[in-house]
């Protein structure tokens, strides 16, 4: 029987390079701790200590208190688990067929990100820090405070102001108008550098005020509005596994079955490092 001969780790691994690539809110977190995942349902603790205390110190009469370590560690949970099936003719003609498996790897991995995507976005927002979302605001009115560009700084400004280092790799995520909108912005794109070359070029969007740009059809709507998202690499945690990918026969028909299961789990673990702003498109 063809199933027999398939080989579930091709597959997997043209799954994983695919559901990588379309990753747009995913590949925003730090991911280490993906290698201990086995099976949903599984939990990774994060290990960090909570604030350490310093006291005035006089040589000679101080007499030192110390201090217990406090533990803030928290807990990842594996608790999303979506598979994929699909039927094929045969899988010893798939095989052979490198185009195809491709494509319906790449269809697979497309409708797993996006699903992925989409959960991910909707739970940044809704834990961001209270204090790290800006007012609301109409943009692509041809300037002042309420145009395309300014608001990403003030993003930046808001997470600096919440103690994110710098060089903390900041990122922010944006519609496609948006991002059209800052392509047409001479802060932006007008400086010669290869950087504004390549963004006038139409390539990865690149940088703007200390911020890794990303675009998403994926992002969250409130009423028209559009949560733009900005944060680091430290604010969450995201970890993933291709559990399975395996063929089999199906009992109904005169065909093969190739199926899969995606699980993953992702946690807030500094809101303070996530800050967004509800933009209308003017």
């Given at each position: 029987m063809s199933v027999d001969n398939f080989?579930?780790?091709?597959?997997?691994a043209k799954l994983l390079e695919n559901l990588e690539h379309d990753h747009v809110y995913a590949k925003l977190g730090n991911r280490d701790y993906e290698g201990e995942i086995k099976a949903k349902g599984d939990s990774v603790r994060i290990n960090s200590i909570g604030p350490i205390t310093v006291s005035a110190y006089t040589p000679n009469s101080t007499s030192i208190s110390w201090q217990e370590l406090q533990d803030a560690s928290q807990v990842l949970v594996i608790d999303n688990d979506y598979y994929f099936a699909f039927y094929i003719e045969s899988v010893d003609k798939a095989q052979s067929n490198i185009e195809l498996m491709n494509e319906a790897m790449r269809r697979a991995s497309w409708s797993l990100a996006e699903t992925c995507d989409d959960l991910i976005a909707a739970y940044?927002?809704?834990?961001?820090?209270?204090?790290?979302i800006l007012t609301a605001v109409t943009v692509g009115t041809g300037g002042g405070d309420d145009d395309a560009y300014e608001t990403i700084v003030d993003l930046d400004v808001k997470l600096t102001e919440s103690d994110v280092p710098r060089n903390a790799k900041?990122?922010?995520?944006v519609p496609p108008w948006y991002e059209g909108l800052l392509r047409k912005d001479p802060r932006f794109v007008s400086f010669g550098t290869d950087k504004n070359r390549t963004n006038l070029r139409g390539e990865p969007i690149g940088d703007a005020s200390g911020f890794t740009v990303y675009i998403s059809n994926n992002m969250p709507t409130s009423g028209g509005a559009y949560y733009v998202q900005a944060g680091y690499p430290g604010a969450f945690s995201f970890a993933e596994q291709i559990l399975d990918t395996e063929a089999l026969r199906?009992?109904?028909a005169f065909r093969d079955g190739v199926r899969g299961q995606?699980?993953?789990?992702?946690?807030v673990t500094r809101p303070q490092g996530l800050a967004y702003v509800l933009a209308t498109a003017a």
């Amino acid at each position: 029987m063809s199933v027999d001969n398939f080989k579930p780790q091709i597959w997997t691994a043209k799954l994983l390079e695919n559901l990588e690539h379309d990753h747009v809110y995913a590949k925003l977190g730090n991911r280490d701790y993906e290698g201990e995942i086995k099976a949903k349902g599984d939990s990774v603790r994060i290990n960090s200590i909570g604030p350490i205390t310093v006291s005035a110190y006089t040589p000679n009469s101080t007499s030192i208190s110390w201090q217990e370590l406090q533990d803030a560690s928290q807990v990842l949970v594996i608790d999303n688990d979506y598979y994929f099936a699909f039927y094929i003719e045969s899988v010893d003609k798939a095989q052979s067929n490198i185009e195809l498996m491709n494509e319906a790897m790449r269809r697979a991995s497309w409708s797993l990100a996006e699903t992925c995507d989409d959960l991910i976005a909707a739970y940044l927002h809704a834990n961001t820090s209270a204090a790290n979302i800006l007012t609301a605001v109409t943009v692509g009115t041809g300037g002042g405070d309420d145009d395309a560009y300014e608001t990403i700084v003030d993003l930046d400004v808001k997470l600096t102001e919440s103690d994110v280092p710098r060089n903390a790799k900041r990122w922010v995520v944006v519609p496609p108008w948006y991002e059209g909108l800052l392509r047409k912005d001479p802060r932006f794109v007008s400086f010669g550098t290869d950087k504004n070359r390549t963004n006038l070029r139409g390539e990865p969007i690149g940088d703007a005020s200390g911020f890794t740009v990303y675009i998403s059809n994926n992002m969250p709507t409130s009423g028209g509005a559009y949560y733009v998202q900005a944060g680091y690499p430290g604010a969450f945690s995201f970890a993933e596994q291709i559990l399975d990918t395996e063929a089999l026969r199906i009992q109904t028909a005169f065909r093969d079955g190739v199926r899969g299961q995606h699980v993953y789990g992702y946690k807030v673990t500094r809101p303070q490092g996530l800050a967004y702003v509800l933009a209308t498109a003017a």
